[in-house]
């Protein structure tokens, strides 16, 4: 008789080396091991062989299904990775390491650009990968995803990704996703939020754009309008910004009129001016020809009527958009409106008159000629100024004027202006521009009672030499002349402060 020694029992080995196999083995362990073992020699289809076997005898083995996921994604399958993992996800959506796999996957999603070719190879693998997986299984998994993540934001994030890829699904699940961030906000940051926050970034730049272009969808009225003040908030404060932010939003004021679109055909408003496709140029002009076209029919609504609230919502972002363009221009320029004796060229006269408040051509007119440097509101080579300062004063002069034509609106409009100012800050911009408006259309006592305002509120040294000029200049139209000498004083005298 021969007697051997026993040598130990080998163990299952990982895929860095070749695999042992021995009678301690498992089936499905021994069917991985010879997969594994195929693999590592470079035979890739007696690997997969080993693997359909596995999977075949036993379909309800996690592991032995995940491991064929591992190797056909290792491999670079894109079809066949996809077929697996659909299959784990019907069979298995709950398994640890799945749901691992699958927050990669919406990771990738979520971070992907238009340009595929560019990604790194493991990422656009996914993406390819998941285009592959039915649109049934793409949406399950997209909202079991948005089900288990670990945070508001995180899910809001997914719930975005399936409402791009399909929306179909916008009309149900886009009001609940509005809903759900501003819910978090208020949970997050208080009620007092101020407007910059990540949620509000969210909800005004990435959710509401999506949800509200959906000419399905019919939101609370209550909701869509509390979302558009959240908006103005939004877009007030990141043009009036002081400090940088994390992110950057490109074209602010069409994003809202973006939304006030959204709003306004979700409440049925009609005529409504179409916002471009291709450019960032916003169509201020027609919303002026309409608001004034609503103002003649619905002026004497009430405010909560239909017509009342179409009136004042898009009155006030028109309001909202002019001042505060007019205000960023007039810096750009560094001007300031004063009343002048100031020389126009006729059509095509060969002399030159001086008048001082100079009115339009139209006799009913009674506004003052408006100039700036080479340009006028009666440049006969154009029906518009050429100068983009007055072009931007006339567009808000028009909007004021719609304001002040109703005691309502003007209510409604300070009432607006005081709540932004609480979370955006200081609004000075409103003050400024109205003393301008005043002076403009011959409010000369109420724009004196302003500007003295404005020289009482001394916390702004840059203020000083503006409100001296401004005070100087009413006063003069008002005859005191005396008295506006002495502002020109001052004003030259606050001069040297403006740079400090």
């Known amino acids: ?14 895929h860095s080396g070749p695999a042992q196999f021995s009678s301690s083995c498992t089936d499905q362990e021994y069917l991985v091991l010879r997969a594994r073992e195929a693999l590592a020699r470079g ?8 693997m359909l076997t596995a999977r075949a005898i036993f379909p309800d083995n996690f592991s032995i299904q995940f491991e064929a996921y591992t190797s056909e994604k290792e491999g670079g399958n894109i079809k066949e990775s996809a077929k697996c993992l659909q299959s784990l996800f019907d069979k298995f959506p709950e398994e640890g390491k799945l749901v691992k796999e699958i927050e990669v996957i919406m990771e990738v999603l979520r971070n992907v650009t238009a340009d595929q070719e560019v990604m790194e190879n493991d990422k656009k693998f996914y993406v390819d990968m998941f285009e592959e997986i039915t649109e049934t299984g793409q949406k399950r998994m997209i909202i079991c995803a948005a089900e288990s993540a670990k945070d508001t934001l995180e899910h809001c994030k997914l719930m975005l990704i399936l409402m791009k890829k399909f929306p179909s699904e916008i009309v149900t699940y886009g009001e609940k996703l509005i809903e759900t961030i501003n819910s978090v906000e208020k949970h997050e940051l208080g009620a007092s939020a101020l407007p910059l926050n990540q949620f ?8 509401l754009p999506i949800v509200l272009a959906d000419e399905k969808l019919k939101i609370n009225s209550k909701l869509l309008l509390k979302n558009l003040f959240k908006t103005q908030e939004f877009v007030l404060a990141y043009v009036n910004k002081t400090t940088s932010v994390s992110y950057e939003v490109k074209q602010p004021w069409l994003l809202l009129y973006q939304v006030l679109a959204g709003v306004g055909h979700s409440l049925g408003w009609s005529g409504l001016p179409p916002l471009p496709t291709n450019t960032s140029v916003i169509p201020v002009e027609e919303y002026l020809a ?3 076209g609503l103002a003649r029919v619905g002026i004497t609504a009430p405010p909560d009527s239909a017509q009342g609230i179409q009136l004042y919502h898009t009155l006030a972002c028109v309001v909202l958009h002019t001042v505060s363009q007019y205000t960023l221009v007039s810096r750009e320029h560094s001007t300031v409106m004063v009343e002048a004796w100031v020389t126009h060229d006729t059509h095509g006269a060969d002399r030159e008159k ?3 408040r100079k009115t339009q051509d139209d006799p009913s007119s009674s506004l003052p000629v408006l100039s700036h440097m080479n340009s006028s509101t009666i440049d006969p080579s154009t029906s518009m100024p050429t100068s983009s300062l007055l072009s931007t004063f006339q567009q808000v002069v028009s909007a004021w004027s ?10 409604q409009l300070e009432g607006l202006v005081k709540q932004l100012s609480q979370s955006v800050g200081k609004l000075d911009m409103f003050t400024t521009f109205q003393i301008d408006y005043k002076l403009h259309t011959g409010q000369l006592r109420e724009c004196l009672q302003d500007v003295r305002g404005v020289v009482a509120d001394n916390s702004n040294k840059a203020n000083t030499a503006w409100a ?5 200049t009413v006063q003069y139209c008002l005859g005191d002349q005396r008295s506006a000498a002495q502002s020109v004083v001052d004003c030259v005298g606050a001069l040297d402060t403006v740079g400090e």
């Open 1 to 14: 008789m021969v007697v051997l020694a026993a040598t130990p029992a080998p163990t299952m080995s990982d």
């Open 43 to 50: 035979d890739k289809w007696e690997a997969k062989t080993w």
């Open 200 to 207: 509000r970034k969210m909800l005004v730049v990435d959710i």
């Open 290 to 292: 309409h608001l004034a």
């Open 354 to 356: 001086s008048k001082r």
């Open 402 to 411: 719609l304001v002040t034509s109703s005691s309502s609106l003007e209510s």
């Open 468 to 472: 001296a000029l401004k005070l100087a």
